[in-house]
């Protein structure tokens, strides 16, 4: 597919729908050349923007079409797995949102299709594209703070100053919670695991106390959680989450005070905030020999990440680069330590091995 136009076909045209289509606004070598949902009103919108492509409720009729060359799934994530075996099967590549499925029953049956159909399966991460993510990444890479040691991160999940979340993406949620898939550890803890495997690779084994707020009848909110993990390389990454919901913090996104430091012989890394900016100051802080370096202009933009990392599928599949962050078995990986932290948690925080 070197050089040549990759048409995409969007299957979800939900809340991540508004963020990504930036992405195919004004990507160069990219048409958008279909749509489905299944809800007719969000087509239309979608139809509009993109009036030259063919919508349809059907997937199966989506996947028919002989113009898809690689299949954008936007879907709620316990639908996952079945649309995007559909469209491998189909003959398509797929790019897949986070979290990539789950269980990983799931996740293998998307590798093993990957695998049989001879067509790539790329699970979306925006946080590894913001340019304070990447600049954390140069430091610990560069030496500049000496061997690494420690990962934290850190998620309050607050409540006042962001975005509304749709009713309609609450309905999907719900039943992930009901499930044991908490919204803050599993849903949005899988942009933490997935940085931490970008730095340090696979993790080995973990502890974690996941906890339960109430949030009105069944439902509970996954926090407070301490998360524990050690990577092969020797680093020990840890993942505090609060759930602070009257407390204000100003984002144009999803609420939350968010923070990734890696600590090293040396010295340390900071970035202050991903998804809202709160208390502003600097994105990223570089400290060694008792002096603190404070970088103000990187783009900490969540959005601009993710319209990055939408784009750069398209760009490896015309052969522009050959880094793809993160393949399928990558993504499998990833969710391997989500899930295994619910496991060490229902064992009273035993620590438990990852595979």
Same mark, same amino acid.
């Given at each position: 597919?070197?050089?040549?136009?990759?048409?995409?076909?969007?299957?979800?045209?939900?809340?991540?729908?508004?963020?990504? %289509?930036?992405?195919?606004?004004?990507?160069?070598?990219?048409?958008?050349?279909?749509?489905?949902?299944?809800?007719?009103?969000?087509?239309?919108?979608?139809?509009?923007?993109?009036?030259?492509?063919?919508?349809?409720?059907?997937?199966?009729?989506?996947?028919?079409?002989?113009? !898809?060359?690689?299949?954008?799934? =936007?879907?709620?994530?316990?639908?996952?797995?079945?649309?995007?075996?559909?469209? =491998?099967?189909?003959?398509?590549? $797929? %790019?897949? *949102?986070?979290?990539?499925?789950?269980?990983?029953?799931?996740?293998?049956?998307?590798?093993?299709?990957?695998?049989?159909?001879?067509?790539?399966?790329? !699970?979306?991460?925006?946080?590894?594209?913001?340019?304070?993510? %990447?600049?954390?990444?140069?430091?610990?890479?560069?030496?500049?703070?000496?061997?690494?040691?420690?990962?934290?991160?850190?998620? $309050?999940?607050?409540?006042?100053?962001?975005?509304?979340?749709?009713?309609?993406?609450?309905?999907?949620?719900?039943?992930?919670?009901?499930?044991?898939?908490?919204?803050?550890?599993?849903?949005?803890?899988?942009?933490?695991?997935?940085?931490?495997?970008? =730095?340090?690779?696979?993790?080995?084994?973990?502890?974690?106390?996941?906890?339960?707020?109430?949030?009105?009848?069944?439902?509970?909110?996954?926090?407070?959680?301490?998360?524990?993990?050690?990577?092969?390389?020797?680093?020990?990454?840890?993942?505090?989450?609060?759930?602070?919901?009257?407390?204000?913090?100003?984002?144009?996104?999803?609420?939350?005070?968010?923070?990734?430091?890696?600590?090293?012989?040396?010295?340390?890394?900071?970035?202050?905030? !991903?998804?809202?900016?709160?208390?502003?100051?600097?994105?990223?802080?570089?400290?060694?020999?008792?002096?603190?370096? %404070?970088?103000?202009?990187?783009?900490?933009?969540?959005?601009?990440?993710?319209?990055?990392?939408?784009?750069?599928?398209?760009?490896?599949?015309?052969?522009?680069?050959?880094?793809?962050?993160?393949?399928?078995? *990558?993504?499998?990986?990833?969710?391997? =330590?989500?899930?295994?932290?619910?496991?060490?948690?229902?064992?009273?925080?035993?620590?438990?091995?990852?595979?």
């Amino acid at each position: 597919m070197s050089g040549d136009a990759i048409n995409v076909a969007v299957v979800g045209l939900g809340e991540i729908w508004t963020v990504v %289509q930036r992405a195919y606004v004004e990507c160069p070598g990219v048409t958008v050349s279909a749509l489905c949902d299944r809800d007719e009103g969000r087509l239309a919108a979608a139809s509009a923007l993109f009036p030259s492509a063919f919508a349809t409720t059907s997937l199966e009729e989506l996947l028919a079409r002989d113009d !898809v060359d690689y299949v954008e799934v =936007l879907v709620p994530s316990p639908a996952h797995c079945d649309v995007a075996c559909a469209a =491998l099967e189909a003959g398509k590549h $797929v %790019q897949l *949102q986070k979290p990539m499925a789950s269980t990983l029953a799931e996740a293998d049956r998307i590798v093993e299709a990957a695998r049989s159909a001879g067509r790539i399966c790329r !699970v979306t991460e925006d946080y590894v594209f913001i340019d304070s993510i %990447q600049a954390l990444r140069d430091v610990v890479t560069s030496g500049e703070i000496g061997d690494p040691l420690s990962l934290h991160t850190k998620l $309050v999940g607050t409540g006042p100053g962001a975005w509304d979340v749709r009713s309609d993406s609450w309905r999907w949620l719900m039943p992930n919670v009901l499930s044991g898939l908490g919204l803050m550890s599993y849903d949005h803890g899988w942009h933490h695991f997935a940085v931490a495997y970008w =730095l340090f690779g696979p993790a080995t084994r973990v502890s974690a106390w996941v906890g339960a707020t109430p949030l009105g009848g069944p439902y509970v909110m996954d926090a407070p959680t301490t998360i524990m993990w050690d990577h092969a390389n020797g680093v020990r990454g840890v993942f505090d989450i609060t759930y602070a919901p009257e407390m204000y913090w100003d984002s144009d996104y999803y609420g939350g005070d968010e923070r990734f430091e890696v600590t090293g012989t040396l010295g340390y890394a900071r970035v202050n905030w !991903v998804t809202a900016r709160g208390i502003g100051g600097p994105v990223l802080e570089v400290y060694r020999d008792g002096a603190t370096r %404070q970088y103000h202009s990187l783009d900490g933009d969540w959005a601009r990440g993710l319209v990055r990392s939408t784009r750069s599928f398209s760009e490896f599949l015309r052969g522009e680069h050959e880094e793809l962050m993160f393949t399928a078995e *990558q993504g499998r990986e990833i969710l391997a =330590l989500t899930l295994a932290s619910d496991e060490s948690s229902r064992l009273d925080g035993a620590a438990v091995s990852i595979s």
